[in-house]
């Protein structure tokens, strides 16, 4: 393959073997390159384009002159709807009701294909989920006075809530910076997960940014974001999936805990976001024990947050 046809996008630092991002010089397709984590990534994203799961189109696959593992795949559009709100002209905090729109096509398309393919998974899968998805070991190990009774009991809850919901293949980072308007990029963290897990949630994370994303949904956003889906579900034959939010959400704010606390101390800005979700975990939680739901708009913003101001800010 000819490189010199390539410009550099950036680093693929996720990926334990490396890799780099370049786009073609007419932005239509892109190429990646890294180890074992991409070739799998690759395998994943072409199995579940069979599946009617609105990926790119792998086009090209193998292994350079110097052994790395190479991936060319289609473009999905130039920018992600997290850069096109960062940009909108008008410099207001609200998402356009255009990119909730493009946000509301690719969900219901992906939940669509989702619906239609469940997975015969093992008894034990959703726990396995709840461990992949809410990073539990990490998140134990950073802050093991999480680790109790009352934490595993509101988990189990949150298990015994979900039995009954098909199991799916999911992405496991869904969220406006990996939804173009054409589809979802960026698949290296998939797997089995519950139906709406992934899509149910994207306007309900960005407060755990701490309003440092620049832009939050209004309400009557994500009223009729999450509407849309339940529609999209219902078509397809299943439940509804926004009773199931709170559920979702207890295992995502454990995810957004996962790799936080800072190895250096003196860091106090680090310390502080850890100490702001750590803050949103417990609030949360507080509430997934009162009403079996969590409303992430009662969230401080981060900039709102004193540290000491409850007991989850003291590990």
Request: with cysteine.
């Amino acid at each position: 393959m000819n490189d010199t046809d390539w410009q550099f996008v950036r680093m693929r630092t996720a990926d334990p073997d490396g890799g780099a991002v370049h786009v073609s010089a007419d932005g239509e397709r892109y190429r990646r390159t890294g180890g074992g984590a991409l070739r799998a990534e690759a395998a994943f994203q072409q199995m579940v384009s069979g599946l009617g799961y609105p990926v790119p189109q792998v086009l090209e696959q193998g292994e350079a002159d110097d052994g790395t593992f190479f991936v060319v795949e289609e473009s999905l559009g130039g920018q992600s709807l997290h850069e096109m709100v960062l940009t909108r002209p008008d410099g207001g905090r609200k998402p356009a009701d255009t990119v909730v729109d493009q946000l509301t096509d690719v969900s219901t398309r992906l939940l669509h294909a989702q619906a239609g393919h469940p997975v015969d998974a093992a008894p034990d899968a959703l726990r396995q989920w709840v461990e992949q998805a809410g990073w539990t070991q990490n998140v134990f190990a950073e802050n093991p006075d999480f680790d109790t009774p009352r934490v595993h009991v509101a988990l189990d809850r949150a298990v015994d809530r979900l039995t009954g919901v098909p199991l799916v293949w999911g992405h496991l980072d869904y969220g406006l910076p990996n939804v173009l308007p054409a589809g979802v990029i960026d698949w290296q963290h998939h797997g089995v997960v519950p139906l709406g897990y992934d899509v149910a949630l994207a306007l309900e994370v960005v407060p755990f940014k701490g309003g440092t994303k620049g832009y939050a949904a209004t309400l009557a956003q994500r009223e009729r974001y999450l509407a849309a889906l339940d529609s999209a579900a219902r078509a397809a034959g299943a439940d509804p999936v926004s009773p199931h939010a709170g559920e979702f959400l207890l295992v995502e704010s454990l995810f957004f805990l996962a790799l936080m606390r800072p190895a250096v101390p003196a860091r106090l800005d680090k310390h502080r976001k850890w100490q702001y979700r750590r803050h949103l975990f417990l609030k949360g939680l507080e509430q997934y024990e009162r009403t079996g739901s969590i409303d992430t708009a009662l969230f401080p913003a981060l900039g709102d947050f004193t540290p000491g101001q409850g007991s989850a800010d003291c590990p």
